[in-house]
Nanobody, 119 residues
Framework: QVQLVESGGGLVQAGGSLRLSCAAS??????MAWFRQAPGKEREFVAA???????TYSDFVKGRFTCSKDNAKNTVYLQMNSLKPEDTATYYC???????????????WGQGTQVTVSS
């Protein structure tokens, strides 16, 4: 049974930091990604890391967020620094076969973790 479990969300003040984790079980994926979805908005791509540790970021998180993974733990992380109120959203972990910004092309999803940034 494939499962992705996110953790690490919470409430933080603007300028603060959070680290999200996503633990995968059941199989190993070549690509792990982070998406986010704010109320009333579409799910949007945040970052992805592939088998070779190549990382792709969306423009709005470059320089602030860092995606990494621990292969031994089958876990991917999203370190979020300099958080802004507009980063408030539910953050989802996704797994698939290639890096793409389209959420429809990922095979598995976690349940999401809420990140709220107060001003």
């Amino acid at each position: 049974q494939v499962q992705l479990v996110e953790s690490g969300g919470g409430l933080v003040q603007a300028g603060g930091s959070l680290r999200l984790s996503c633990a995968a079980s059941g199989r190993t994926f070549s690509t792990m990604a982070w998406f986010r979805q704010a109320p009333g908005k579409e799910r949007e791509f945040v970052a992805a890391i592939n088998w070779y540790d190549a990382i792709t970021y969306s423009d709005f998180v470059k320089g602030r967020f860092t995606c990494s993974k621990d292969n031994a733990k089958n876990t991917v992380y999203l370190q979020m620094n300099s958080l802004k109120p507009e980063d408030t959203a539910t953050y989802y972990c996704a797994a698939g076969s290639r890096v793409t910004v389209s959420p429809r092309l990922y095979d598995e999803w976690g349940q999401g973790t809420q990140v709220t940034v107060s001003s």
